[in-house]
């Protein structure tokens, strides 16, 4: 089994800056992802897919976030990065990490394709 845990999520001004981080943790064994994401749900919205990384450093991002938005992975600390800046107030959402057995390719940013997601943590922009 695999955990996720997220952090760093706060309140900001409009115009700052947060970064979120993603820990994964595994009953024993080294784990390893083809992909993983960043996904975003806002009071009475759909879940949406903000950012994606895959295993060969391909990164994809939702056209609402890029240019502010940077994904990244530490892979010998096995943690996920969401660097956000120029944070807007219609960014304000909970935010989740998620984790793929498999590859994502070009569905990035459908919940679908991922195994293992983490319990979020609020993004408050103000």
């Known amino acids: 089994h695999v955990q996720l845990v997220e952090s760093g999520g706060g309140s900001v001004q409009a115009g700052g800056s947060l970064t979120l981080s993603c820990s994964a943790s595994t009953s024993g064994y080294t784990y390893s992802t083809d992909c993983m994401g960043w996904f975003r749900q806002a009071p009475g919205k759909e879940r949406e897919g903000v950012a994606g990384?895959?295993?060969?450093?391909?990164?994809s991002y939702a056209k609402s976030v890029k240019g502010r938005f940077t994904i990244s992975k530490d892979r010998a600390k096995n943690t996920l990065y969401l660097q956000m800046n120029s944070l807007k107030s219609e960014d304000t959402a909970l935010y989740y990490c998620?984790?793929?057995?498999?590859?994502?390719?070009?569905?990035?940013?459908?919940?679908?394709?991922?195994?293992?997601w983490g319990q979020g943590t609020q993004v408050t922009v103000s």
């Open positions: 990384w895959d295993k060969h450093g391909k990164t």
């Open positions: 998620a984790a793929s057995k498999g590859k994502c390719g070009s569905a990035w940013y459908t919940g679908e394709v991922y195994n293992y």
